[in-house]
């Protein structure tokens, strides 16, 4: 069985509040990757970042001063050139979601999660090690052509960070049957 990951893949982080060009050029990628998998059989999960009015009061709100992703604008919204479907959706407060790594821990014979989405260097870095801590065994990759980071070299600094951690970077768009 099979995982992929859909990381915060929000209109406040494509073109929004934080979008960035880096961000609306890997729509399609993510899009068709998302489709390839659905075609393999794989289960599709969404994470979404999620705040409140109070954001500004946060740890987070006072290092990063711009409102962004608040339940139920527009911005919080997965951006609609994907589809969601019958995807689970993990809200998340904060970078990484406990949820979503118990969720996939739960997963009987859970061989491989592909990770892809936004931000490189933020919440797919830190979704990405919680898996890795919450299954040791399981294969974790990034396919870096479907990750965007705040900038570039702060998405590369994020993928070779991963990797020092064992989690495998593809740098390709294929995913064949048989590898993430």
């Not at 705040?51 to 911005?75: A, F, N, R």
Request: proline share 5%; aromatic share 4%.
């Amino acid at each position: 069985m099979k995982l992929l990951v859909v990381v915060d893949m929000q209109k406040d982080f494509v073109d929004g509040a934080l979008g960035t060009s880096e961000a609306v050029a890997i729509v399609p990628k993510v899009r068709d990757k998302i489709l390839e998998c659905r075609a393999e059989g794989w289960i599709v999960v969404f994470t979404r970042d999620t705040h409140t009015e109070e954001y500004p009061e946060t740890q987070e709100g006072k290092k990063l001063p711009v409102i962004h992703c608040i339940k139920g604008t527009p911005g919080w919204e997965i951006v609609p050139e994907l589809s969601v479907e019958d995807s689970s959706i993990f809200d998340k407060s904060t970078f990484g979601s406990m949820e979503l790594a118990q969720f996939a821990a739960g997963l009987p014979d859970l061989d491989a999660v592909l990770l892809i989405g936004l931000c490189t260097d933020i919440c797919v870095i830190s979704n990405a090690l919680l898996l890795k801590a919450a299954l040791p065994e399981v294969r974790i990759c990034v396919d870096a052509g479907c990750c965007a980071g705040v900038t570039p070299e702060s998405h590369k600094n994020a993928l070779a960070a991963m990797e020092a951690c064992q989690i495998d970077i593809r740098k390709d768009r294929s995913i064949g049957s048989s590898s993430p």
